[in-house]
Structure formats: C-alpha cells, structure tokens
Nanobody, 127 residues
Framework: QVQLVESGGGLVQAGGSLRLSCAASLRTFSAHTMGWFRQTPGKEREFVAAIIWSGDNTFYADFVKGRFTISRDNAKNTVYLQMGSLKPDDTAVYYC????????????????????WGQGTQVTVSS
C-alpha cells in the first residue's frame, strides 16, 4: 500500500519560511511526477507545484512563483516544498500527491491526474 506522509507544517509569521517534506513508500518513487496541492475550508483543493520524475522540470501556480520551490531526492523517496515570503493567504492544509504514470515528462496540475495522496499538513501564516 502506498503511503505519502507530509511533515514540516506549522505556525509562522508573515514573511517567514517553512519547508514541507513528503516521504513516500512508493517503491517506484523515482519514476513518478510529484505534486503539492493546498486546501482551505470551503474551497476547492488547488494546485501549488509539481516536479517530474527526473527533477529537471517543474511547474508552479502563479500565486507561488518566485516564493516557493519544489525539489525531490529520489534516493530518499522524498519531495520538498520550500516556502518563502509567506502570506496569510498561504494558510491551508498542504497535500503531496503522486501520479500513477511513470517516466512522464508532462507536468500535471489537476487533481485527477494524481493517484496517491498524503493526509496533509497544516500551514498557518499569521499577520
């Protein structure tokens, strides 16, 4: 059974930084695109960032460009989301996800393209 476990969330002041981690039990982790999404109460889950299996192609939602960086360590089966210049609007539960496809160079930014999900980690940014 595939498990994705996020960590690193917490409370931070506006302008601060956090690094989220997502450890995957997926045996073929290094072959899958990984993504980060976020959700606030009453809203749809939204795409944040994604990185393809090789790590050499990334894609970001406009609202995080220049502030967040996604990366991965295939040797550790882990994907990261470095978040900087945080704003109160970034407050949300952050989820990592993995696609079922292997070795795709396409960046996926919609929920339906992801087959495996973590339980989420809360990020709260105070003003």
């Amino acid at each position: 059974q595939v498990q994705l476990v996020e960590s690193g969330g917490g409370l931070v002041q506006a302008g601060g930084s956090l690094r989220l981690s997502c450890a995957a039990s997926l045996r073929t982790f290094s072959a899958h695109t990984m993504g980060w999404f976020r959700q606030t109460p009453g809203k749809e889950r939204e795409f944040v960032a994604a990185i393809i299996w090789s790590g050499d192609n990334t894609f970001y939602a406009d609202f995080v460009k220049g502030r967040f960086t996604i990366s991965r360590d295939n040797a550790k089966n882990t994907v990261y989301l470095q978040m900087g210049s945080l704003k109160p609007d970034d407050t949300a539960v952050y989820y990592c996800a993995a696609t079922g496809r292997r070795y795709s160079r396409v960046i996926y930014s919609t929920e339906k393209e992801y087959d495996y999900w973590g339980q989420g980690t809360q990020v709260t940014v105070s003003s």
